[in-house]
């Protein structure tokens, strides 16, 4: 009776020990994991910051600007028009109904040409800042990948992964 009392516990020993080599084994494992993990190369941006400093968007924003001018410029030559001849209108004698007919459709051309551009650069400038955005992702993503970042995070309050 005693050898087998002798050889249970010896199997108990060696079950327990085996158990405690397995369990430091994926201890060390656990820790080595999270250590690697920690140790990933991070960074965050301050995408307003970016933003406006972008000498990318400059350019493109040079051209709105440039396009929103010629539109001025358009709609002012048609009010310089419509006040030339109501200038005209209030010393025209007989030939009223021909002015006034100018005058409302210029009215008119003023009215739709002013909703049509706004309509137009409403949509230019969202197309601008897409342009704008798309570019710099793919610096930062470039930028990312040369520099062997695991993530770089945008600082503009919204938690952004910019890259991963």
């Given amino acids: 009776m005693s050898n087998l ?3 249970s516990m010896y199997k108990n020993w060696i079950l327990l020990l085996l158990v ?3 369990t430091a084994f994926i201890s060390c494992s656990g820790m080595y994991v999270l250590g690697m993990s920690i140790k990933k190369k991070t960074a ?14 400059l350019k493109i924003q040079e051209k709105l600007m440039n396009d929103q001018n010629a539109q001025k410029l ?4 048609i009010k310089l028009e419509y006040e030339s001849t109501n200038r005209l209108y209030s010393s025209a004698g007989d030939n009223k109904d021909a002015l006034a007919k100018k005058m409302q459709n210029l009215q008119l051309r003023y009215n739709y040409l002013g909703n049509e551009f706004q309509k137009l650069n409403e949509a ?13 992702n793919q610096y930062i993503k470039d930028y990312g990948k040369l520099n062997k970042y695991a993530y770089i995070y945008g600082a503009s309050g919204d938690g952004s992964l910019m890259y991963a």
Avoid: C, H, P
């Fill in 5 to 7: 009392n002798n050889s």
């Fill in 124 to 136: 230019e400038s969202q197309k601008a800042m897409d342009e704008i955005w798309t570019q710099l």
């Fill in 44 to 57: 965050y941006i301050e995408t307003n910051s970016l933003f406006s400093k972008y000498k990318g968007r």
């Fill in 20 to 22: 405690i080599v397995i």
């Fill in 74 to 77: 358009m709609m002012d030559s």
